[in-house]
């Protein structure tokens, strides 16, 4: 069955960095566009970045624009998220999943998703 697995998440200070990567399997992975998506405490999950198959196509929310980049390798089945100069307002669970479309609000094409990776931004 489809199967994410998100890595990548630690407590970092406020401009720091980190770099989170997400294995899926069971899916075709090439024709799926997908995205990275966060729930912070008391929210929704929302949208952040979404990648076209291809990945010549990407959207960035706009509370990310700038400082997040998210890619892909179609060799590997993998999608990552380079986040730089975090914020605190960054702190969430984030995972990764397929996406409808690539643009706001894009809901992701399957209703599960894996466990997730907590990201921490504090001093």
Same mark, same amino acid.
């Given at each position: 069955q489809v199967q994410f697995v998100e890595s990548g998440g630690g407590l970092v200070q406020p401009g720091g960095s980190l770099r989170l990567s997400c294995a *899926? +399997?069971?899916l075709i992975f090439s024709i799926y566009s997908m995205g990275w998506?966060?729930?912070a405490p008391g929210k929704q999950r929302e949208l952040v970045a979404a990648i076209t198959g291809g990945g010549n196509t990407n959207y960035y929310a706009d +509370?990310? %624009?700038g400082r997040f980049t998210i890619s892909r390798d179609n060799a590997k089945n993998t999608v990552n998220l380079q986040m730089n100069?975090? %914020?605190p307002e960054d702190t969430a669970v984030y995972y990764c999943?397929? *996406?409808k479309t690539v643009g706001a609000n894009a809901a992701p094409v399957f209703s599960f998703w894996g466990q997730g990776t907590q990201v921490t931004v504090s001093s």
């Open positions: *899926a +399997s069971g998506y966060r729930q +509370s990310v %624009k100069s975090l %914020k999943n397929t *996406a």
